[in-house]
């Protein structure tokens, strides 16, 4: 063999293979972390800073939010907890809380979709509270629950869960999957300017965002701004496709997908098994570029629903 060709090379095809591949995904861990973000300093200024009409202005000195913003503790996701059995909270109702030492300036209200998943949701909702309770923001927890056998669809539970957000006056919907844990206090449960794709750095994903139109996961959007985009699609059926869609629904509004930095976009997934994929979901999305025809949030069309106040969360009920 040719002396110039390198050592390495001259080895078996097996160990070359090994090598490659090897290299490859060094390369992927280590150069896949960059996003565009918006820079920390400007973050604050980046904020929606808008308040739910129906909380009245009480007398108290205005909320800070820098503080919130520039906190560095982080949770190792291996130390998260497993189970919360005994959550007793003072100053939760039906799911809503309000700072007790200040008057917010902003008001959120979490939309989780949510199926047959009972062991994530009793650590979710628990975990949520004690994150959010620190963040001097109002909010409000809206379970929406599928409760038929039909295809899962994520993009009706949204479109109905928005419409009853929007109806108590929310400025602003953060779309959150159950199986999310935000990692840094340093994460503002807030909107932006533009919608704010916030899971950006997830461990399932080894902290690296898979591509840049990704908005699954944990997406923060006013309520004008869904409104402006009619919301999700209703045809996903199944897993996969409809955050993608949205996507394109907010770029062809001429909306900005914005983050904030990778140390403060952390989440961990809580483990579960996949669910069943819509093969359709790309020819899907194609037709719905093409199309003219409406479909979302006001279109969206279901059996019934069911709206129950619960300790933790307001549990809406759906069924398709
Ligand atoms: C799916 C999305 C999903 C993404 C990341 C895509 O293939 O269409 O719905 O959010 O993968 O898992």
Not at 7 to 18: A, Y
């Amino acid at each position: 063999m040719s002396k110039w060709i390198p050592k390495v090379l001259r080895r078996r095809p097996t160990t070359v293979g090994c090598v490659v591949l090897g290299l490859i995904a060094l390369v992927q861990l280590f150069a896949a972390h960059g996003y565009n973000y918006i820079p920390l300093e400007d973050v604050e200024r980046a904020l929606l800073f808008a308040v739910n009409p129906k909380i009245g202005k009480e007398n108290k000195p205005p909320c800070v939010y820098g503080s919130v913003i520039n906190k560095t503790k982080t949770v190792d996701s291996t130390d998260l907890p497993k189970k919360f059995n005994e959550f007793m909270p003072n100053g939760i109702v039906s799911g809503s809380y309000m700072p007790e030492n200040c008057r917010p300036l902003i008001s959120v209200a979490l939309l989780v979709t949510y199926r047959n998943r009972q062991n994530q949701l009793d650590v979710f909702v628990p975990y949520m509270h004690n994150f959010l309770r620190k963040q001097n923001i109002h909010y409000k927890i809206y379970v929406i629950e599928q409760e038929d056998d039909k295809p899962w669809n994520k993009g009706k539970l949204y479109n109905i869960g928005a419409k009853y957000a929007i109806a108590d006056k929310f400025p602003c919907l953060i779309l959150h999957d159950v199986d999310l844990l935000p990692l840094d206090e340093s994460n503002l449960y807030a909107c932006l300017g533009q919608p704010r794709h916030m899971s950006a750095s997830i461990d399932k994903f080894r902290f690296v965002l898979p591509y840049d139109t990704l908005v699954g996961g944990v997406l923060a959007i006013s309520s004008d701004q869904y409104v402006q985009i009619n919301g999700f699609s209703n045809r996903f059926n199944g897993w996969g496709g409809e955050d993608d869609d949205l996507a394109a629904r907010i770029l062809k509004h001429n909306l900005l997908i914005w983050r904030l930095p990778p140390h403060m976009s952390r989440y961990s997934m809580l483990p579960h098994k996949q669910e069943a994929i819509n093969a359709d979901r790309h020819k899907i999305m194609q037709e719905n570029l093409e199309s003219s025809a409406r479909d979302g949030m006001d279109t969206v069309r279901y059996e019934s629903v069911n709206v129950k106040d619960q300790r933790l969360y307001t549990l809406i009920g759906v069924k398709l």
